[in-house]
């Protein structure tokens, strides 16, 4: 599980909110002092979400039960209903989108956000990312976060029961797991799911985020080839899954086309890495 990665960049601006610091370095946050207990971590949730006004406020609700987090933060990627407002009435912090952006677009703009609000003086949060449309369920999410707090790993994703009404034939799920494996050495046995937990550090050197469906794909993909350590929990969540009528077939079409852009955008990139180790000329120890 380890190899090379992406590049981090800012992520766009265009999300409204009352917090305007910047987010701190590593050289701005100042040591314990010596004998003094070290604060507790703390563990943000964002919850990227368009046109949720139905399950936002019980996704929230239950979000905020979730030890160790102290942030619940909603990014409204460009609603046409009350998402926001239902959110913000449920108690979480609310930024929008004034149009539909995408789900890394979502997923940035909440990291961002969530590191104005970290404190120079302690370590940064945790990110755990959750559907708006978990519902009761969000709760149940808690397992993901003991690993990346005690270490053992540095992004933990949930592995969800069946849903019923599902109606995929797990095209894309197959298709995302041999692309993970031929690139990583490692099999996930759900690719595709998007709650998952990890440190702020991991979420830094997975950006830019692969755009669209492709986004948990890529993420995958370039954490492991980095070295970073991932694990599948068990989570007993409930969401809305896509059937087989027409819809559900178009949005598994949208899936299995963002996933290939991802993995084939990963793949030259790895291609050009080595393509450029093979044509640097290797310096000659000195003295020969």
């Known amino acids: 599980m380890t190899g090379t990665g992406s590049e981090g960049v800012r992520p766009g601006a265009d999300a409204t909110d009352d917090a305007t610091a910047t987010p701190p370095t590593a050289e701005r946050r100042a040591s314990a002092p010596r004998?003094?207990?070290a604060p507790r971590q703390r563990v943000a949730v964002i919850i990227p979400a368009k046109d949720e006004s139905r399950r936002i406020a019980a996704t929230v609700r239950a979000a905020r039960a979730i030890p160790y987090v102290d942030?619940?933060?909603?990014v409204d990627d460009g609603s046409e209903d009350n998402t926001q407002h239902v959110a913000r009435e449920a108690g979480a912090v609310v930024v929008r989108h004034s149009h539909n952006r995408g789900k890394a677009a979502a997923m940035e703009t909440g990291a961002a956000v969530v590191a104005m609000r970290d404190a120079p003086d302690r370590a940064p949060r945790h990110l755990l990312f959750i559907d708006g449309?978990?519902?009761?369920?969000?709760?149940n999410t808690a397992p993901l976060v003991p690993p990346v707090l005690e270490g053992v790993a540095d992004l933990t994703i949930a592995l969800l029961p069946p849903q019923p009404?599902?109606?995929g034939r797990g095209i894309v799920v197959g298709a995302a797991r041999r692309a993970i494996a031929s690139m990583t050495g490692w099999t996930p046995t759900q690719p595709l799911s998007g709650m998952r937990c990890l440190t702020r550090e991991a979420f830094e050197a997975a950006t830019p985020l692969a755009r669209g469906w492709g986004v948990e794909?890529?993420?995958t993909i370039d954490l492991l080839r980095q070295g970073f350590r991932v694990l599948e929990v068990p989570c007993e969540l409930r969401h809305r899954p896509s059937g087989s009528d027409l819809k559900g077939q178009l949005h598994r079409a949208a899936q299995y086309r963002d996933v290939q852009i991802a993995v084939n955008a990963r793949r030259a990139r790895a291609a050009v890495g080595g393509l450029r180790r093979a044509t640097t000329p290797r310096e000659r120890p000195a003295g020969r």
Do not use: K, Q
Not at 71 to 74: A, F, N, S
């Open 35 to 37: 004998g003094a207990r």
């Open 165 to 167: 009404g599902a109606g």
């Open 133 to 139: 449309d978990l519902a009761e369920t969000a709760v």
């Open 217 to 219: 794909t890529g993420m």
């Open 71 to 74: 942030l619940v933060l909603v």
